[in-house]
């Protein structure tokens, strides 16, 4: 059941984006944000462009054809399937959210190509066990063949440390060599002591839900990955497929970054 009386981060991010499924209570909350981070529109603009950059490189360059996508948000334009699926039709993806209302219009509106497959779970990012257990998961994705984990703009939203390491260590673990993980993730380190001394209030204050990390607390919870290139940077500047002028980093505030699983 939707519940339109509390703040859900995927109908707050619909609404950065500009779209119109979001309920009054997620428009409040983004403009509260929006009024202390101006710049937050822009990151959920170039958080956007790394999924859409990371998955062309996935299915095009590292030859990847089944996607895990945790967290998957409103459908907008170039959802994973659409970008996987534009470079290799026979793609397969499975879509995980925790809202009820993600999930209705996903089945709506994210079909398949004939080649490839579909599939949408609503459960969350906390249980990762029912995630990889699922039956249809594991009819849709082959877990002895590589698969690329997609955790956009997430795992930020565990507060704890342990915690969010565990998850990505649970998933990770059940994933063949070769697999890889895109990940996007809030920080701090762009900000400087007054942005972040603010961000932290109004995290205390339970304003805002997304827990930044630094470089060095996402290392560690990518520990035994191979981090390729570019590294740990902001998500404007991951790989950019244009050499047009790019976003202050502190505007974008959120680290991108690509692993592979050896």
Known sequence: MVDDTRVHSARRYNYWLGGKDNFAVDRES??????????????????????????????????????????????TADNTHEVAQRVAPSSRVVYVDNDPMVLVHARALLTSTPEGRTHYLEADLRTPEKILADPEVLDVLDLDRPVALMLVAVLHFVRDDAEAREIVRTLVDALPSGSYLALSHATTDFTDAEGRARYLSMIDAGQVDAYPRTAADLALILEGLEVLEPGFVAVSEWRPDDDGPRPDAGDVAIYGVLARKP
């Open 30 to 75: 983004g403009d509260m944000i929006a009024a202390a981070f101006p710049g937050v529109r822009i990151t959920a603009r170039e958080n956007r462009g790394f999924l859409r950059r990371a998955v062309t490189h996935l299915a095009a360059e590292a030859g990847v054809r089944q996607f895990l996508d945790i967290g998957t948000g409103l459908p």
